[in-house]
């Protein structure tokens, strides 16, 4: 098995080396994974862009046994059926992992343009809970998620194979 991920600003990134070191398994970016085995099973790591795993369509054809799809919300968003079903994943196993965002006022392009079209839904939102709070602030503030132990899933699948 080997790892590859997609991952923007890093926070995916520092899941596919926190489980390339748990595991032992070799951890290649999409980039670079043209250099790797063509044979090899592969759980990939994608970061989440509205609903979308970025990295996947581009090694579709490879032999993915496992994705993880990494965001900023405390749970899947959309959820993991919505995300299978969006990313032609159904029957895989999908485990969501929390990532991170550099602050709004960090972020450039498309990128920035979409969080502020997005922040500005959530704000006009009248059903405010804590959940959406939280949400609202992760984007105007920025956000660090990764922890070791939202891997546990991954390592239990990974050792019950
Ligand atoms: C334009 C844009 C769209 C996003 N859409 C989603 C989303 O649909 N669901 C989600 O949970 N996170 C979403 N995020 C948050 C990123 O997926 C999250 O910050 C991720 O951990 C970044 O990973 P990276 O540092 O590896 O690039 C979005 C971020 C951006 C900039």
Known sequence: MIIVYESKTGFTKKYADML???T???????????????????TF?????????QGLSKIRKSRIVAVCGSGTAR?????PEEVATRNKIMGLPFFYL????????????????LMTFFLKML????DKDE?????????????DGVKEENLEPVLAWISAR
């Open 123 to 126: 704000k006009k939102r009248k």
């Open 98 to 113: 929390r990532g991170g965002c550099f602050p709004l006022s960090e972020l450039k392009g498309m990128d920035k343009l």
């Open 75 to 79: 749970t899947a968003e959309p959820s």
């Open 131 to 143: 959940e959406l709070e939280e949400s609202i602030s992760t984007i105007e503030f920025g956000y």
């Open 20 to 22: 390339a070191a748990k």
């Open 45 to 53: 790591l994608g970061w989440m862009k509205a609903g979308s795993i």
């Open 24 to 42: 032992g398994f070799k951890a290649y970016s999409v980039k670079n994974f043209a250099n790797a085995g063509l044979y090899d099973e592969i």
